[in-house]
């Protein structure tokens, strides 16, 4: 038979939409040609496919004239997924595999000169995206990148470490006189590991006093709400935002999949990792593309792989105003959308943002042990990097100030991360039971439906929000901080002193909001 069709998948965005590669084999002057809008690290796939064959000990038709189509021709296709496909696509073509015993499968995975297969990058969202399509199919990949496609439930992943593995499961009939295909130890079967029980993260009890930034951390992980801290060098921002991701809920499969989807997009997943809530922690030098995405074809950018996780910004005045400015809409939406002139790609990006400031260029603005050495007109223009659009986005704003060196060695432990999860569990549960969603997520008339304010809390909001110049944002973002504080209290309704409480973080931070 001259003419193969091997399935495949490419990756854009989230989506991995179905790539058949067409194998064609004819007389002629021989030659290899590859089309279908390949990229350039999938036009080396014919030198790598060429050499792995060969050195296989399989025939390669080196007189014949190749033609290898990557359908549908206006798909972008990247990386070298295709190696394998186009290797099996020419076996098959050539008559050393069967062509008929292919169907069923999906083929990905990237050829070395010796024909052994190396991982792919996103082979967990194409797992991901063939389970939310309901498209049975077997997936044949590398090691590596089997283990994360199997991590979707019901997922048939098998595991192949060279390209003969592959051809001594699609031998022709007769090949083998009768018998069983001759079975090598590098082909497997992949089952999928189960959600981690016990995740283990760093301990809040490291962090010695700072209570009011503990309250903060709590109410933010119970209600999903942004965080800015700020303080003077030294004074534990970074220690309480790294410890962060350890009192939000365990993760559920669904959240676990995603993130760890994304993740294997932008070539970090580890199996070690499974089930952990992300915290990414960029560079203040990071450009915009870095944080929301970006790129030819569109990649998941920090916000988007910090998805059901924190993306902790530390000296966030130091950050590009363009860069910042651009987490305005995934902060409210939840999502971020890349658009180019050829593709439109869409990326989830439910993050939690922890900021991190000093108050001041030197740090020591307001400090007790140590003085000043700002102007205001620099401490002014130290805190305008961060734009009232940007900051009215953030719900809570606590000061960290820094202890003195007697309280710091004297004090004891404080509450564990357990403890406080514990309570941030049950939060969250009560507002996940009332509305279906987080307290940060409410929107519009959900926030009057659900918030239940009292008539006194009412009276007190109406004179605060007037003296006080609150946007409506800020108004709304201040109502569903005290309905989370309300929810760690196990109150029904929303009291004038959820409300006090949740309006002190609102006017903390900078002075002019």
Same mark, same amino acid.
């Given at each position: 038979?001259?003419?193969?069709?091997?399935?495949?998948?490419?990756?854009?965005?989230?989506?991995?939409?179905?790539?058949?590669?067409?194998?064609?084999?004819?007389?002629?002057?021989?030659?290899?040609?590859?089309?279908?809008?390949?990229?350039?690290? $999938?036009?080396?796939?014919?030198?790598?496919?060429?050499?792995?064959?060969?050195?296989?000990?399989?025939?390669?038709?080196?007189?014949?004239?190749?033609?290898?189509?990557?359908?549908?021709?206006?798909?972008?296709?990247?990386?070298?997924?295709?190696?394998?496909?186009?290797?099996?696509?020419?076996?098959?073509?050539?008559?050393?595999?069967?062509?008929?015993?292919?169907?069923?499968?999906?083929?990905?995975?990237?050829?070395?000169?010796?024909?052994?297969?190396?991982?792919?990058?996103?082979?967990?969202?194409?797992?991901?995206?063939?389970?939310?399509?309901?498209?049975?199919?077997?997936?044949?990949?590398?090691?590596?990148?089997?283990?994360?496609?199997?991590?979707?439930?019901?997922?048939?992943?098998?595991?192949?470490?060279?390209?003969?593995?592959?051809?001594?499961?699609?031998?022709?009939?007769?090949?083998?006189?009768?018998?069983?295909?001759?079975?090598?130890?590098?082909?497997?079967?992949?089952?999928?590991?189960?959600?981690?029980?016990?995740?283990?993260?760093?301990?809040?009890?490291?962090?010695?006093?700072?209570?009011?930034?503990?309250? !903060?951390?709590?109410?933010?992980?119970?209600?999903?709400?942004?965080?800015?801290?700020?303080?003077?060098?030294?004074?534990?921002?970074?220690?309480?935002?790294?410890?962060?991701?350890?009192?939000?809920?365990?993760?559920?499969?669904?959240?676990?999949?995603?993130?760890? !989807?994304?993740?294997?997009?932008?070539?970090?997943?580890?199996?070690?990792?499974?089930?952990?809530?992300?915290?990414?922690?960029?560079?203040?030098?990071?450009?915009? $593309?870095?944080? $929301?995405?970006?790129?030819?074809?569109?990649?998941?950018?920090?916000?988007?792989?910090?998805?059901?996780?924190?993306?902790?910004?530390?000296?966030?005045?130091?950050?590009?105003?363009?860069?910042?400015?651009?987490?305005?809409?995934?902060?409210?939406?939840?999502?971020?959308?890349?658009?180019?002139?050829?593709?439109?790609?869409?990326?989830?990006?439910?993050?939690?943002?922890?900021?991190?400031?000093?108050?001041?260029?030197?740090?020591?603005?307001? !400090?007790?042990?140590?003085?000043?050495?700002?102007?205001?007109?620099? $401490?002014?223009?130290?805190?305008?990097?961060?734009?009232?659009?940007?900051?009215?986005?953030?719900?809570?704003?606590?000061?960290?100030?820094?202890?003195?060196?007697?309280?710091?060695?004297?004090?004891?432990?404080?509450?564990?991360?357990?403890?406080?999860?514990?309570?941030?569990?049950?939060?969250?549960?009560?507002?996940?039971?009332?509305?279906?969603?987080?307290?940060?997520?409410?929107?519009?008339?959900?926030?009057?439906?659900?918030?239940?304010?009292?008539?006194?809390?009412?009276?007190?909001?109406?004179?605060?929000?007037?003296?006080?110049?609150?946007?409506?944002?800020?108004?709304?973002?201040?109502?569903?901080?005290?309905?989370?504080?309300?929810?760690?209290?196990?109150?029904?309704?929303?009291?004038?002193?959820?409300?006090?409480?949740?309006?002190?973080?609102?006017?903390?931070?900078?002075?002019?909001?």
């Amino acid at each position: 038979m001259s003419l193969s069709l091997v399935q495949s998948r490419a990756l854009l965005g989230m989506d991995a939409p179905a790539v058949t590669v067409e194998v064609h084999l004819a007389n002629g002057l021989p030659s290899f040609t590859l089309v279908g809008l390949a990229e350039v690290e $999938v036009k080396e796939a014919r030198e790598r496919v060429r050499s792995a064959i060969q050195n296989a000990g399989l025939e390669f038709p080196h007189n014949k004239r190749i033609t290898v189509n990557l359908a549908p021709a206006e798909l972008p296709k990247d990386s070298g997924r295709f190696d394998l496909p186009i290797a099996i696509g020419i076996l098959a073509a050539s008559g050393q595999i069967d062509a008929n015993r292919l169907s069923g499968h999906e083929f990905a995975g990237e050829l070395s000169l010796s024909g052994e297969l190396r991982p792919v990058r996103g082979a967990l969202a194409m797992s991901l995206a063939l389970h939310s399509a309901k498209v049975a199919t077997s997936i044949v990949l590398p090691p590596g990148s089997a283990q994360e496609a199997a991590l979707v439930p019901g997922a048939r992943v098998y595991s192949a470490q060279h390209l003969l593995d592959v051809v001594a499961n699609f031998l022709p009939q007769g090949a083998t006189d009768g018998a069983a295909p001759p079975l090598r130890p590098g082909w497997s079967q992949v089952v999928g590991a189960a959600v981690a029980a016990n995740v283990l993260y760093e301990d809040l009890a490291d962090v010695k006093g700072q209570s009011a930034a503990k309250r !903060a951390l709590e109410i933010a992980a119970a209600g999903g709400h942004s965080l800015l801290l700020s303080g003077p060098p030294g004074s534990g921002k970074s220690m309480l935002a790294q410890r962060f991701a350890g009192l939000l809920p365990p993760m559920e499969v669904g959240e676990a999949l995603q993130s760890a !989807a994304l993740a294997s997009l932008g070539g970090r997943f580890s199996l070690e990792r499974w089930a952990e809530r992300p915290t990414c922690s960029p560079h203040h030098s990071a450009s915009a $593309v870095a944080l $929301v995405g970006g790129g030819s074809p569109p990649r998941p950018g920090e916000i988007s792989l910090a998805h059901h996780g924190v993306l902790f910004l530390d000296e966030l005045p130091e950050f590009p105003r363009a860069a910042l400015e651009a987490l305005r809409e995934p902060l409210e939406t939840g999502t971020i959308t890349i658009s180019r002139a050829a593709r439109r790609c869409e990326f989830p990006a439910r993050f939690q943002l922890i900021g991190a400031m000093n108050p001041c260029p030197c740090g020591y603005l307001g !400090a007790s042990h140590k003085a000043c050495r700002c102007s205001p007109d620099q $401490v002014a223009r130290y805190q305008s990097r961060l734009s009232g659009p940007f900051m009215d986005r953030i719900d809570l704003h606590v000061d960290v100030p820094a202890l003195p060196a007697t309280e710091l060695l004297q004090a004891g432990p404080g509450e564990s991360t357990a403890s406080i999860r514990a309570r941030c569990t049950l939060a969250r549960a009560l507002a996940i039971t009332r509305q279906g969603k987080t307290n940060a997520a409410l929107q519009g008339k959900e926030i009057d439906q659900h918030l239940q304010l009292d008539a006194a809390a009412v009276k007190f909001l109406n004179v605060a929000a007037t003296r006080l110049g609150w946007s409506a944002r800020g108004t709304h973002r201040v109502l569903k901080v005290a309905r989370t504080i309300a929810d760690l209290a196990g109150a029904a309704a929303t009291q004038v002193i959820h409300l006090a409480e949740a309006m002190q973080y609102r006017r903390s931070g900078r002075t002019d909001l």
